[in-house]
């Protein structure tokens, strides 16, 4: 079968590849902050909480963990209003992109936290600290600086899975590939571009959050795996 591409139709759709995009990194953005937070936070419930804490905590990752993303995502656009509780399609993808991390980063950062040696812990309590003051200052830094690049996996792996939200209604780059070939039938055009506009965002992120890291944490580990 003879094929021949054909990119004409596609240039009037350029600016919302443009917005898909924005719209992706947004919510990249705005999911990795409140992931990570929930993640550091339940690490922390996981490894120096009560018990009901711990359960707590480990219930959210093994319910998350073991679910699919889209499932997660349904639920939340589709199932809480049945309960009354209804959330915009931009909203409901920022939640369950943040609880999806949350999960995975849960882990990870649990796992930086059991490698940092415990004779920082008891240098800091021979200071007098308190242990709020060495998870702060000795533990979590440490553990983020020893994880990083796994964390900053999962981030990327969250961005592409983002690609889903599309079926929510929320114009990011799925979105936008879906519409433009329903317009135009140049299927194998627009999802190209957007396939090439992914590959594009997940090197350029595993980037900026390497290097940032080499900023954060320097002189603690050395941050390995990063591009240079």
Do not use: W
Request: aromatic share 10%.
């Amino acid at each position: 079968m003879h094929y021949v591409l054909d990119f004409a139709d596609l240039r009037q759709y350029f600016m919302l590849f443009v917005r898909g995009a924005a719209l992706t990194i947004a919510l990249t953005a705005v999911s990795t902050v409140i992931g990570v937070i929930i993640g550091a936070l339940c690490a922390i419930a996981r490894e120096e909480g009560s018990n009901v804490s711990r359960l707590f905590a480990g219930l959210y990752v093994e319910l998350i963990r073991n679910t699919p993303f889209i499932v997660q995502l349904f639920f939340i656009f589709f199932g809480l209003p049945s309960l009354g509780i209804h959330i915009g399609e931009t909203s409901a993808a920022v939640i369950a992109m943040s609880l999806n991390l949350g999960a995975y980063a849960t882990e990870i950062i649990r796992a930086g936290m059991r490698a940092v040696p415990r004779g920082l812990s008891e240098a800091g309590l021979s200071l007098a600290m308190t242990r709020a003051q060495i998870l702060r200052h000795v533990i979590l830094p440490q553990a983020f600086a020893k994880v990083f690049p796994a964390l900053a996996s999962q981030i990327v792996i969250v961005m592409l899975g983002s690609a889903v939200v599309s079926q929510i209604s929320v114009p990011d780059l799925s979105y936008a590939a879906n519409f433009v070939q329903s317009r135009t039938f140049r299927a194998f055009e627009s999802y190209l571009i957007v396939t090439a506009l992914y590959l594009v965002l997940a090197i350029a992120l595993r980037r900026v959050l390497m290097r940032c890291a080499r900023r954060l944490f320097r002189g603690m580990v050395k941050v390995a795996g990063g591009a240079r």
